[in-house]
């Protein structure tokens, strides 16, 4: 089946710092991958996608790459914020027209001033 | 466009008690999905429901179950409760065009604590 294996946290950084938090997939077919960001008391919200190999989704400064090759989708940021700091949790949705998505464990950023 | 509300919002409930929580979509949205978010188990699939049939099921005992009313909104219902059922349970919408999966938008979750 399908499966997402992503770094483990906490990961601390200062602001300014570059982050990279690395996310691989299994799957069958070619699924569509996904980052989701949840902040404190709140649901997940929706970051970035990519839906075909190579392609590159971003939002906000982030950044994330569909390598096939590699069966990755790491996140990357040029230079992070005290706003940044939230759970991160990739994904990958199956193929077919389904809304079923498999969730990562979810790593937590915290940045500190 | 209002986003996903979720009813209620936090939920105390006894062992062996059943539970109902409520979902309604982002207007348009047909599919709805519910997830259950625990610090062990992370995030795991629970259903997913379009046009009032439940096309996608996890791997969750039948004690968990849903459904979905002609109007797209949403109830899963838990019965003969269980400590380990305490949990942030997450409803998703989404549009299902059927064009491979689609953006998912959150509600901000129903916390259940058993006890």
């Known amino acids: 089946g399908n499966s997402v294996t992503q770094m483990e946290g906490p990961v601390t950084l200062s602001e300014e710092a570059f982050l990279t938090i690395n996310c691989t997939y299994t799957?069958?077919?070619?699924?569509?991958l996904f980052w989701y960001v949840q902040y404190p008391g709140e649901g997940l919200q929706l970051l970035l996608k990519a839906t075909k190999a190579d392609d590159k989704g971003s939002n906000k400064g982030f950044e994330a790459t569909y390598r096939k090759e590699t069966t990755s989708f790491h996140l990357e940021k040029g230079s992070v914020q005290v706003s940044d700091s939230a759970v991160y949790f990739c994904?990958?949705?199956?193929?077919?027209?389904?809304?079923?998505?498999?969730f990562g464990t979810g790593t937590k950023l915290q940045v500190i001033p | 466009k209002a986003g996903v509300t979720q009813t209620p919002r936090y939920l105390i409930k006894t062992r062996g008690q059943q539970v109902t929580l409520s979902c309604s979509p982002i207007?348009?949205?047909?599919?709805v999905s519910w997830y259950q978010q625990t610090p062990g188990q992370g995030l795991q699939f629970l259903f997913e429901y379009f046009s009032e049939t439940q096309r996608n099921k996890g791997n969750f005992p039948g004690r968990f179950s849903g459904r979905q009313f002609s109007n797209s909104r949403s109830e899963m219902n838990v019965s003969t409760l269980e400590l380990g059922d305490s949990a942030l349970y997450l409803c998703?919408?989404?549009?299902?065009?059927?064009?491979?999966?689609?953006?998912?938008?959150f509600g901000p979750g129903t916390r259940l604590t058993v006890t």
């Open positions: 799957a069958t077919g070619y699924p569509s």
């Open positions: 207007s348009g949205h047909r599919s």
């Open positions: 998703a919408s989404s549009l299902a065009t059927g064009q491979g999966p689609n953006e998912q938008y």
């Open positions: 994904a990958l949705g199956n193929s077919g027209g389904y809304q079923k998505v498999t």
